[in-house]
């Protein structure tokens, strides 16, 4: 894990309780908790000039989209981010999915979901329930993106958006 | 009206148009496939190739398609075979493995099957067993009734083409566990053959807190390893108690580390693993021979461990630990009995008996022990005991280990050899 990772990934408070979707007032707490982790990221994300996603999610908080986006050589490639929270939530984590790259890259499961088996899963499951939506975010999209978004421009399988 | 207001009250038609598409679609996902089920086998007329069969008959003719599983009862290996008409299984997950369970099952005469998979069948999944080429495209669950209701029109299918591992589906999951029966209530058991850690842990939940034995299975990602596993809440392991158990495959662990997600498979690994959750299914619903709670596979070198796994006391699971409590507590109130009733050893009568053949009792008393030289590895015995060479004083023979018996006998052949000797140069001098 590079520097940068670490100093965002510490400013990102620690969710407390291990509550899932079906927990009725424990998970509004958790969501609670989930909210302001998130927002916190996305301010360190913003002041220090790497903000490079914004999330929204339906009133029960069982369902979230949003955007992300990665520059590359100057260019902003921008993508639709989508994902439940499954009911074995916070055990199992989200499988954050950028539907419109289905199909495109090998490192990607049905509906576009990203592979995180092999970086991500086993650092989860030893964090588990602290970690939260905004870890997934910096430690499993991040370094997901970071490999395969400039491998797919350089093939030439994406292309910046006008 | 001003501008603004018409592009606000345009944003707010857009937007209502959306949420009332996405609930459609969710409610689309949401509907059990079975019940706008005559659509979908009217759009593929396909007579079944026979009528319903109301009573499974035994009768030994070539249209009979129980006839071989009957004998089933006239060997002796079930009491009751027909009982696989009245039991329910769900299946979740009808890939490389699911589907060939489904259709074993489905030969098998079961009576209810309810299917669980949100994947479609693709060109990829060729070197697995089951689907068709020609199925590319087609939902895996309607792909597999088609097959299936062909195969055997006695069986009741009921699909569900979604992922259970969020919050609606997996409701609709759990009623199905709680009232898919073919009397509507709880169903017999719960097969697992997915893919992925989240579905074996949502698989895993629900049977918690239902209470609902189930049966859990996996092919490594190497495609040289699998494994199955008996749940039974409260009394075994469940699937959140370990750390997922794998068969250790002899195979170097960086090699494992692959490339891009592409998991590697093999329609043999998949078709024993298969092979073997059929197969304690049925021993668990048929109620004959003895449930295995975990079998492993290892292909490599064809190794098979049989192991029990007994629950974890700090489960993360909170139902896991109530059904712990629910179990220490019947057994405690219970008198103890023996989990698997032996059956009583009938004798066996055959109806005709033309040539008055009969089965003569070897005598006990020269029973082989089954001494260090004739032991073979655990749960294997031989058919029939090799022949041994006849002892000359047994007597003597009877404290010593088979290597001494051997060393004297050989010994006693020698002594033998030069008495014989002996005795000629005696008779040659005599003559001489």
Known sequence: MDETTKSSLKAIPLCKTKAGPRDGDLWMERLKAKYEAIIAAVQNNKTSDRDWFKLEANERGTKWFGKCWYFHNMVKYEFDVEFDIPITYPVTAPEIALPELDGKTAKMYRGGKICLSEHFKPLWARNTPKFGIAHAFALGLGPWMAVEIPDLIEKGIIQPKA | ?432
């Open chain 2, 1 to 432: 009206m001003t501008e603004s207001d018409v592009a606000e009250s345009i944003g707010d038609i857009v937007s209502r148009l959306n949420n009332a598409l996405d609930d459609l679609e969710t409610k689309k996902n949401q509907t059990p496939s079975v019940l706008k089920g005559p659509t979908v086998s009217q759009e593929r007329p396909s007579a079944p190739y026979r009528q319903k069969i109301e009573k499974l008959s035994a009768e030994v003719v070539d249209s009979n398609p129980y006839s071989r599983l009957m004998a089933l009862q006239r060997m002796g290996i079930v009491r009751d075979y027909e009982q696989i008409r009245d039991k329910t299984v769900a299946v979740v997950g009808v890939g490389g493995v699911g589907s060939v369970v489904a259709e074993m099952l489905t030969r098998c005469g079961i009576g209810k099957l309810i299917l669980f998979d949100y994947d479609k069948v693709e060109i990829a999944n060729m070197n697995r067993l089951f689907y068709q080429p020609n199925q590319a495209g087609l939902s895996k669950v309607e792909a597999a009734r088609d097959t299936l209701i062909h195969v055997n029109p006695d069986v009741q299918i009921e699909v569900h083409n979604f992922n259970i591992t969020t919050m609606d589906n997996f409701d609709v999951f759990v009623g199905r566990i709680r009232n898919g029966s073919l009397k509507s209530g709880k169903i017999d058991l719960v097969l697992s053959c997915v893919d992925n850690f989240e579905a074996r842990m949502a698989v895993n939940m629900a049977c918690n807190e239902e209470n609902q034995i189930w049966m859990e299975s996996g092919v490594s990602e190497n495609a040289v390893s699998g494994h199955i596993q008996y749940i039974e809440p409260g009394k075994t392991a469940c699937f959140a108690c370990v750390p997922p158990l794998v068969v250790a495959s002899n195979i170097d662990e960086r090699t494992l580390k692959r490339e891009g997600v592409c998991a590697a498979s093999l329609p043999t690994t998949m078709a024993v693993v298969a092979g073997f959750l059929v197969m304690n299914t049925l021993k668990y619903l048929l109620n004959f021979g003895e449930v295995s709670h975990y079998v492993g596979y290892n292909a490599l070198a064809d190794f098979f461990p049989r192991e029990s796994i007994k629950p974890n006391p700090s489960c993360d699971d909170r139902h896991c630990q109530i059904r712990q409590k629910e179990y220490e507590e019947k057994i405690s109130s219970e008198p103890i009995t023996l989990d698997i009733q032996a059956p009583e050893d009938e004798p066996i009568i055959h109806e005709e008996n033309d040539w008055g053949i009969e089965v003569v009792d070897s005598d006990t008393t020269e029973a082989p022990s089954s001494s260090a030289a004739t032991e073979v590895a655990p749960g294997l015995k031989f058919a029939y005991e090799p022949t041994q060479t006849p002892k000359k004083n047994s007597s003597d023979n009877l404290k010593l280990s088979p290597s001494q018996a051997v060393t004297k006998e050989w010994m006693e052949n020698i002594r033998d050899a030069l008495l014989e000797e002996d005795r000629l140069k005696k008779e040659q001098n005599k003559r001489k």
